[in-house]
């Protein structure tokens, strides 16, 4: 079994930062790719929005979004994912999930909620 557990979230004031962890634990092989998505409020599973993925050579992606305001990283040697955020709007809150993809299969944590407001 594969355990993935974010956490990390709460309730921030706009312009404030958060940092969230997502730690992988069980039946670990490689890893070939960590990502973090973004569910917002009333929002479907299907409509989780992608915003970071750092692959196993450690080459990091954002989407536009969050670019310049979030920054992925990996710690391999323990198997977690940080993601800094900084500068956060009220937009950015939502539930935020880890998906680690592992010998071909997706792992989702149950996710930790993000709110932004004042």
């Known amino acids: 079994q594969v355990h993935v557990v974010e956490s990390g979230g709460g309730l921030v004031q706009p312009g404030g930062s958060l940092r969230l962890s997502c730690a992988v634990s069980g039946d670990i092989t490689t890893i070939y790719l960590m990502a973090w998505y973004r569910q917002a409020p009333g929002a479907s599973r299907m409509q989780r929005e992608w915003?970071?993925?750092?692959?196993?050579?450690?080459?990091?992606t954002y989407a536009n979004s969050v670019k310049g305001r979030f920054t992925a990283s990996r710690d391999n040697a323990i198997n977690t994912m940080y993601l800094q955020m900084t500068n956060l709007h009220p937009d950015d809150t939502g539930v935020y999930y880890c998906?680690?993809?592992?010998?071909?299969?997706?792992?989702w944590g149950q996710g930790t909620q993000v709110t932004v407001s004042s």
């Open positions: 915003l970071t993925s750092i692959a196993s050579e450690d080459y990091t």
């Open positions: 998906d680690v993809l592992m010998r071909g299969e997706d792992y």
